[in-house]
């Protein structure tokens, strides 16, 4: 007679993957732990536990302080697909921490899908005691879906009394002058200096090894699963470690960061109102080399900031070199300084003729804006001149 067979764990994950199970009422569940001290380094950035974090936090518009740096919860979720959706389940949560003894790292597993309920309770607990979760793309991806797994089983979401540090869009504010995607492996690879090794899975495939999985119970390609997820959450505390320093250190320390990097970095302490750090990190900038194809905007933005501090002499020497590097807003700003602040309406014509001239030349999504502007501006000048006469 037909038997249905039942696949045996011939290769359990305990002979793959270190770690240990732990027993709840509602099902087991698999838990691994790493931990890395404060002399490890992922790439070239030193984990430490002495992180100057304030700046990061304002910039990322995170309210209040930390009293201590075990307040922080790094998460990453590995799931049954990648798109999201009421179907969609975290089989593996990667939690991190900062210790007394290092940074800590525990991921839990679903060996069987029906014993979700106690990784989510054991997610409950190890979140006590936290104020922000911090994560990559984890606010369009991670939390919601986490959130939406806790609503099914009935259990409240300790994630909706978190706030919620997302490291994607610090990364986009700080690198993508210099990176043309800031996919958490960009950061790694350009960011870090880190480079993951072969037994590395890419995301893409980790939703069809977990479900071979639980249909073979064979559980050697998950070290590789668990490898990844790991050093998702690592790279985490790293680019925290980093971004902090970059925007604590003014600017004595930022020697070694990219010219593309301090620049964005002084746009945001401009956007936050703290423009004496902006200035000085605009110094910096401009003590390195900048690529050419932001040349012309960078002292564009340094000269608005100049004007800012009311230091305008220095302001239309930067835009004179913006303008001379093809900026058509940089001869606009000049116009304005010249009727404006000197009152020569032969000066600020002269500007807008040359704003003109430089139009000619150019063609993007701003021409009909700047000869709209130009126009008025022209045709004003030329009123107060004939006034004038």
């Not at 501006?377 to 006034?387: A, P």
């Amino acid at each position: 007679k037909n038997k249905k067979i039942i696949p045996t764990a011939r290769y359990p994950i305990e002979n793959f993957v270190k770690g240990e199970r732990l027993s709840f009422m509602q099902g087991n569940i698999f838990m691994s732990t790493s931990m890395f001290p404060y002399d490890f380094k992922q790439g070239f950035i030193q984990l430490k536990n002495n992180i100057l974090h304030s700046s990061l936090l304002k910039v990322s518009k995170i309210k209040g302080d930390l009293s201590s740096l075990k307040e922080l919860l790094f998460l990453d979720t590995e799931t049954t697909g990648l798109s999201g959706g009421t179907g969609t389940m975290a089989f593996l949560v990667g939690l991190g921490k900062f210790t007394e003894e290092g940074f800590v790292i525990k991921q839990y597993f679903l060996e069987n899908p029906e014993q979700e309920y106690s990784l989510l309770s054991r997610i409950v607990k190890e979140a006590d005691g936290h104020k922000i979760v911090v994560s990559y793309n984890g606010a369009s991806f991670d939390i919601p879906l986490l959130n939406s797994r806790f609503a099914l089983n009935h259990i409240e979401s300790p994630f909706k009394s978190f706030q919620h540090l997302d490291l994607l869009h610090l990364s986009r504010k700080i690198w993508k002058l210099r990176l043309n995607f800031c996919k958490l492996i960009d950061v790694e690879s350009n960011v870090l200096g880190f480079k993951r090794i072969e037994k590395e899975v890419p995301g893409w495939m980790v939703p069809q090894i977990y479900f071979d999985f639980i249909k073979t119970q064979d559980a050697r390609p998950l070290n590789g699963v668990f490898y990844h997820n790991c050093m998702d959450v690592l790279s985490l505390a790293a680019i925290f470690t980093y971004a902090s320093d970059l925007l604590t250190n003014i600017p004595s320390e930022s020697h070694h960061a990219f010219s593309t990097d301090l620049l964005s970095i002084a746009k945001l302490y401009e956007k936050t109102g703290k423009l004496d750090e902006a200035r000085l990190f605009y110094d910096t900038c401009f003590q390195k080399e900048i690529p050419e194809e932001i040349t012309a905007k960078a002292h564009f933005r340094y000269g608005v900031l100049s004007k800012r501090l009311g230091n305008y002499e220095k302001a239309l020497s930067l835009w004179e070199i913006s303008f001379a590097c093809g900026d058509v807003s940089a001869a606009i700003e000049l116009a304005k300084y010249y009727e404006h602040k000197q009152k020569s309406i032969e000066l600020a014509l002269g500007w807008v003729e040359k704003a003109y001239s430089l139009l000619s030349l150019t063609s993007n999504g701003k021409t009909k804006v700047f000869e709209d502007d130009l126009k008025r501006r022209k045709k004003r000048l030329l009123f107060k001149l004939r006034n004038c006469d």
